[in-house]
Nanobody, 126 residues
Framework: QVQLQESGPRLVKPSQTLSLTCTVS??????????WNWIRQPPGKGLEWMGA???????NYSPSLKIRTCISKDTSKNQFTLQMSSVTPEDKAVYYC??????????????????WGQGTLVTVSS
């Protein structure tokens, strides 16, 4: 059974870099047609997709966060990582990692959110 688990500091100071790691167990981040995502939810607000690193190819980012965000992966550890620089209190949120799987039917590819981590609340405060 595949599971995702976020880890990292729960408290970050303003202007510093937030760094979270998602460890994937029971499956491989190199599995074909999988995309590994970071999603966040600020208190009282909706979900915000931050970006995704694919099984192969380039990472995609939300345009609004791209300048501050970097997603990378370590295949030897079966982990992928989120780094967000210059954080402010507005970056306080529950951060989730999630997998997106692909279903290919002929010429059509369907992608769907498959699994989520439990989420981790990160607070930005001095």
């Amino acid at each position: 059974q595949v599971q995702l688990q976020e880890s990292g500091p729960r408290l970050v100071k303003p202007s510093q870099t937030l760094s979270l790691t998602c460890t994937v167990s029971g499956g491989s981040i190199t599995t074909d047609y999988y995309y590994w995502n970071w999603i966040r939810q600020p208190p009282g607000k909706g979900l915000e997709w931050m970006g995704a690193i694919p099984y192969i190819g380039s990472t995609n980012y939300s345009p609004s966060l791209k300048i501050r965000t970097c997603i990378s992966k370590d295949t030897s550890k079966n982990q992928f990582t989120l780094q967000m620089s210059s954080v402010t209190p507005e970056d306080k949120a529950v951060y989730y990692c999630a997998s997106v799987a692909s279903l290919i039917s002929g010429a059509i590819t369907y992608r769907y959110l498959e699994l989520w981590g439990q989420g981790t609340l990160v607070t930005v405060s001095s």
